[in-house]
């Protein structure tokens, strides 16, 4: 087919990506290596051909640029690039392959897979280094040219910005939290929108959470093989266009994905709400080098990768995804920059939580904290005023990196989670490791000038069991994603109470609540930043599967059809929230000195043993099932943001991780405690409600007790 070349002009090579102007608009791409580069244009997102081809013959430096007259929002767009095709130099290059731009704000729907998406020759003997010829133009989703406008009334960026001291994190998955709520309109109902629906804010704010984090909402691939197998990518962790929400979570693909994120983000600003959204910038869908090309491989393999040096066919592969995105070099890096402002610019959101973000700091094989990425941050008078959350390791050797993050950075505390997770289940606990945890982790962040917030605490995440099946299985059931049992962790640190599984059994069931509560009352009452899993108030099951990457139903979307059993333990989860928000001594801005201070006669935080006496060395060096510490609200070092003294109640905390009860006297640190908070089923008598100081109570096995001084 001949096509009509369309009047253009050279444009700018400035901003990357399109951007509108007065009467068309400016297409720019990066790529060093290309020979030429063609932009399509496209009717409608099914065209398996496009209206019209334009070589774009601008070049300045590495980028490639042409200004296009009549170009409105809402037109679709591609691009081919042509270059040598020698992939055991590291060069991809096949101009038989239609592009995603790396800079589109949205992408019109999904790739339709087949064998044309790839480079070389599916079944050649010579695998990747065999050439395709066949175009891919039908199977790949076209990009979309989108505007900024949009009415953000009161909305500006940044302006919520609740400090850490108040921040109380939902990690939720946009569609599973919302497909089977029967009050949100059908027609949103896992999507952006049904995040935005007023009986979704209205439970966020009753539950008394402060920010959601999203899993990734960036336009992600549907994996080949798990397509293949009747599966997909749910939880999103595969990239493809760093700009552009995926169309997945709107009403439809042609740019509405964007307005509508822009909706959830104010509706939820409106109630006080932040949004946080995971974000994948180690790796991207593409894969290995027996991957698609789709986009970035295309355009400039060898820039936009880390490649072997010895053999640069193949990628270094820090993720476990098949490559690793090159944020070594300075155009990568600002398409990273580029990307992460537009989101808290643009889309107005408040935070990132990065994706083995260890791999962001990779020099080729070592972690280096200093490296470009991290100062980048540093020194960006936008993103610097953020929320930086880490998950802070990758699955290369030396990529667990827990405590070393740069002092900006808030780290996932995967040894908060084990810890908590192996006490609670039983094992003997080293006191100090133990005391650690529950104290913000001045182990691993106090050294280098961090605070307790450094540490977001959790006991369960996306990326594992629910609570309740933490409670319920002793070994992950992942058959249904197909993998004989193998994906996923091994080893989970969890207790089934007795029996694996689902059961009807009233004292393994009882058993199961009370140890929900146990993890509840520890992780609220923990120095740090609480990160609780969206639905575990549900007690949400994933029927024992720990790695739901694949499962878009029943095993992934909240169930909120809730009997007498569940409202209790979600109401519960929301009285220890507002139990924590209540009381600044558990969310405190600097570690604990151990003390006294202000003319207390109490130290700010001691450490008692079961015979009601301040515990010694031999002890905190020592294995423990139980622990018990006082924290002294007259005793806090803290000022308000009006510079006023913050001073609070007096609490005990009493953990008894072992299956036997023990005798536990009240210290002499007040006279009289009134219980607040336990985690038994079970009413309180009239003389476990108020004890005195050295009065001798038995304190149940697996129980967690919380005493106020009155």
Request: aromatic share 12%; hydrophobic share 35%; glycine share 8%.
């Amino acid at each position: 087919m001949a096509f009509v070349q369309v009047p253009t002009r050279p444009g700018y090579p400035y901003p990357i990506g399109v951007s509108l102007t007065k009467d068309g608009a400016n297409f720019v791409l990066f790529s060093e290596n290309a020979t030429a580069v063609q932009l399509l244009l496209f009717s409608h997102p099914d065209d398996k051909e496009p209206k019209e081809v334009i070589d774009v013959k601008e070049r300045t430096g590495d980028l490639w640029h042409v200004c296009v007259p009549g170009i409105m929002p809402g037109q679709l767009y591609a691009y081919k690039v042509d270059g040598p095709y020698k992939p055991e130099q590291g060069l991809r290059f096949n101009k038989n392959k239609t592009l995603i731009d790396p800079y589109a704000k949205a992408v019109a729907g999904f790739i339709k897979w087949d064998d044309s998406l790839f480079g070389y020759k599916i079944g050649d003997p010579n695998q990747d280094l065999s050439f395709d010829e066949r175009d891919s133009t039908p199977f790949i989703p076209k990009s979309v040219v989108v505007s900024d406008e949009f009415d953000w009334e009161d909305d500006k960026p940044l302006s919520l910005r609740i400090p850490w001291s108040q921040t109380i994190i939902y990690e939720t998955h946009v569609k599973g939290f919302s497909i089977k709520r029967d009050d949100i309109d059908e027609k949103i109902r896992g999507k952006f929108l049904g995040l935005a629906s007023k009986s979704a804010i209205s439970y966020f704010k009753d539950l008394g959470i402060t920010a959601v984090e999203l899993m990734p909402v960036q336009q992600f691939v549907r994996d080949r093989f798990l397509v293949e197998k009747g599966l997909t990518n749910y939880w999103g962790y595969n990239p493809i266009a760093y700009f552009a929400p995926d169309c997945g979570y709107a009403t439809d693909c042609l740019g509405k994905q964007v307005i509508e994120f822009k909706k959830m983000v104010k509706e939820l600003h409106a109630a006080g709400i932040e949004v946080i959204i995971d974000v994948v910038y180690n790796h991207t869908g593409e894969g290995n080098q027996l991957g698609p090309t789709l986009s970035f491989r295309g355009i400039d393999n060898s820039s936009y990768y880390m490649l072997n040096p010895q053999n640069p066919r193949y990628y270094m592969d820090f993720t476990g995804a098949g490559n690793t995105l090159n944020l070594r070099h300075p155009r990568v890096l600002q398409m990273v920059m580029d990307s992460l402002r537009y989101w808290v610019l643009e889309m107005h959101v408040d935070g990132f939580r990065f994706d083995l973000a260890s791999a962001l700091a990779r020099e080729l094989y070592s972690v280096n904290m200093l490296s470009t990425f991290f100062v980048a941050i540093q020194q960006d008078p936008i993103l610097s005023r953020v929320k930086l959350i880490a998950e802070p390791w990758d699955v290369g050797e030396g990529g667990y990196q827990v405590g070393n993050f740069p002092y900006q950075w808030a780290e996932w505390n995967g040894k908060y989670r084990d810890t908590i997770r192996r006490f609670w289940r039983g094992e003997p606990i080293l006191y100090s490791e133990l005391a650690n945890r529950l104290m913000g982790s001045p182990d691993l962040y106090q050294g280098s000038g961090r605070t307790p917030f450094a540490s977001i605490n959790y006991v369960t995440s996306h990326d594992g069991f629910t609570l309740q099946d933490l409670v319920s299985y002793n070994q992950k059931h992942n058959e249904a994603n197909g993998f004989d049992n193998k994906d996923g962790m091994d080893e989970n640190y969890s207790w089934n109470c007795g029996f694996e599984g689902e059961t009807q059994d009233p004292n393994v069931i009882a058993c199961r609540e009370k140890q929900k509560r146990n993890f509840m009352i520890t992780l609220f009452i923990s120095q740090g930043v609480p990160m609780l899993l969206g639905g575990d108030e549900l007690s949400r099951t994933q029927r024992g599967n720990n790695n739901a990457f694949c499962q878009d139903n029943e095993i992934s979307w909240y169930d909120w059809n809730l009997d007498e059993r569940k409202k209790a333990f979600r109401d519960f989860v929301k009285s220890i929230i507002y139990f924590r928000k209540a009381h600044p001594i558990f969310r405190r801005r600097k570690f604990f000195q151990g003390r006294k201070l202000f003319g207390s006669p109490y130290k700010d935080l001691t450490w008692i043993s079961p015979a009601g006496t301040e515990i010694d060395d031999k002890t905190w060096n020592s294995p423990t099932q139980t622990i018990a510490f006082v924290l002294s609200g007259d005793a806090m070092d803290e000022v308000n943001e009006r510079g006023e003294r913050v001073a609070d109640d007096t609490f005990l905390v009493i953990l008894n991780g072992s299956p036997s009860s023990i005798k536990f006297k009240i210290p002499k640190l007040g006279e009289k405690w009134e219980l607040v908070a336990w985690s038994c089923l079970r009413d309180p008598k009239e003389n476990e409600k108020i004890v005195k100081a050295e009065q001798e109570i038995q304190v149940e096995g697996r129980t967690a007790i919380i005493y106020k001084r009155v």
